[in-house]
């Protein structure tokens, strides 16, 4: 009940900045949406509406509903969230730019998933697909391209040819080759950034892969983000030895694995989440598409597959 009083109250009078305000608000409704207790998080929001108005922290609060109502298979509710989210998003983007602040980006993204995830989910995959590529159309230079074409390929990667990596920097081992120079081996691509604490511990999973499957061949792309250790910004070359020294203190364990160092590789494989695994077969067609952390025994029933 604190919590609700303290948003009720006013997150402003608390002297939060808007960022924090928007990350309060959005907790606040995550939480009992997660649990699939729509009707408490629709509380929280009402009384933050009547404060606050729909600004960019509610838009973002109010996505949780939608999320919450996907994860518990109300795909009407959610496809009708959704519409709701979207339409307020662009009720303020007519007056601003996306990328200003960041809750109407997540906000935007959220309701363009949750459209995409639900209409495949009812057996409308053409549908879903061409949803999320118009979108893309639209998004494609802002912060939230690279989520819209993360669940294209999800939903319509697996089978298909694998798409080319760029290849022309690495920061460690060999010098990367073309995908196709793999063609006849089963490959791992293991997206992966320095400052991510789940892709070392993917690390022991990705060894213990390598050892059971000798014939795997293991290739780890990364990418630039514009900062080094605490957040502190840096120029490519500042950060590009900082990956280097940073592989070569956590992932020297894989062995000499091909690093290509490219943000167009993240941009094509939709890459908005690491570690991000791609299961690609002998012919070099993908098998897995999988953002997030994947356990030894998904791994190897995916190979055995």
Known sequence: MRKLFLVVAGLAALGLSPARAASVIAAEVAAPAKAGDFVTAGKILAQYRAQHGTDAPYIEADSWLGRGQLAAKNYKAALENAAEVRELCLKQLAKRKLD???????????????????????????????????????????????????????????????????????IAGPHPRPLSAHTGHPVLLFFWAHWCSDCKQEIAIVQKIQAAHKDLEVIAPTQHYGYIGGGEDAPLALETPYIARIFAQYYSGLGKVETPLSEANFLRYGVSTTPTMVLLNAAGNV????????????????LRR
Not at 136 to 150: D, V
Not at 287 to 302: D, K, N, Q, S
């Open 100 to 170: 200003v602040e960041p809750s109407l980006p997540l906000a935007l993204g959220a309701s363009i998933e949750v459209t995409g995830q639900a209409l495949a989910a009812q057996g409308q995959l053409d549908q879903a697909v061409g949803f999320l590529r118009a979108e893309l159309a639209k998004y494609r230079a802002t912060s939230i391209g690279m989520r819209i074409e993360k669940n294209i390929n999800l939903l319509s990667l697996e089978g298909k040819p694998a798409p080319p990596l760029e290849v022309t920097q690495g």
């Open 287 to 302: 098998t897995v598409y999988h953002p997030g952390l994947m356990t030894f025994e998904e791994l190897t029933a995916a």
